[in-house]
């Protein structure tokens, strides 16, 4: 299975460098000779340089030399074979785990992970819709592909409708 290393954005300068979307936690799919495959397309590119420019993730290619090179990548998702990583997990293999809390009680089933500027969130669909579960070491200390449970810690009222916050209380 392949996974989106980057999406390809704008140009930068004129000789084929281009912006980075970058979409994976793993700085070596971005080292430079790394191999990376074009989805939809039979091209692989091959890592030349990549640099931090303003924020911004400038990469190069040895594939793409010119602005035209770069302005025709443009939108591309660059692709690398999933790796397994320890204490990582890819949203497919999370989505379909039985969520449960920690004394073993059914709150529904995660349906995906979305994410999040300061954290991931976990999605778990429930009967009454889906819940966003920062996806945590403290709200979630055990994710167990093989045995398909994923333990949710949950704190009052992310779950429970009825519960009342100590604001509401006063």
Known sequence: ????????????????????????DDPEVLAPGASLDVAGDRRTLTVRAVRVHRDRVL?????????????????????VDAHPEEDAWYPHELKGLEAR?????????????????????????TGRGTVMVPFV??????????????????PPGLFDDEAVSEREDR
């Open 59 to 79: 990469a190069s290619f040895e594939e793409c030399v010119t602005r035209e090179d770069a302005e025709a990548l443009r939108g591309s998702r660059l692709l």
């Open 101 to 125: 809390t920690p004394n073993g009680d059914v709150l529904g089933t995660v349906s995906g992970l979305t994410p999040g500027a300061a954290q991931d969130l976990l999605l778990v669909a």
């Open 1 to 24: 299975m392949q996974l989106t290393a980057a999406i390809v954005g704008p140009a930068h300068g004129l000789r084929g460098e281009v912006i980075l979307d970058v979409r994976s």
């Open 137 to 154: 070491t403290a709200l979630v200390p055990t994710v167990d592909v093989e045995r398909g449970v994923v333990v949710i810690d949950a």
